[in-house]
Nanobody, 111 residues
């Protein structure tokens, strides 16, 4: 399974960005992870093919994960961004056949 992430960039605090991740085929569970310099990669949000979602506490109420199954695409709408949200964001896919990672997309929140 190939995963292609896009949508990162530079945004001011309080701004918004929308990340996208396109998979080469439908995959049961997809998620976004992020890794800031000097820190471990952390789970941000997950969504399964039924639409069940989960979020890390630090992004609840600000980020929304969604997917378009017909397009094999997952999204992460990020609002009210904070400098501490700055990181490389990775998309992940997981099902019976294994766990797959896309390349990262850089998100920088700075004035």
């Amino acid at each position: 399974v190939q995963l292609q992430a896009s949508g990162g960039g530079l945004v001011q605090p309080g701004g918004s960005l929308k990340l996208s991740c396109v998979a080469s085929r439908n995959i049961y569970r997809m998620g976004w992870y992020r890794q800031a310099p000097g820190k471990q990669r952390e789970l941000v949000a997950t969504i399964n093919s039924s639409g069940d979602t989960a979020y890390v506490d630090s992004v609840k109420g600000r980020f929304t994960i969604s997917r378009a199954n017909a397009k094999n695409t997952m999204y992460l709408q990020m609002n009210s961004l904070k400098p501490e949200d700055s990181a490389v964001y990775y998309c992940q896919g997981m099902d019976y056949s294994g766990t797959y990672w896309g390349q990262g997309t850089q998100v920088t929140v700075s004035s």
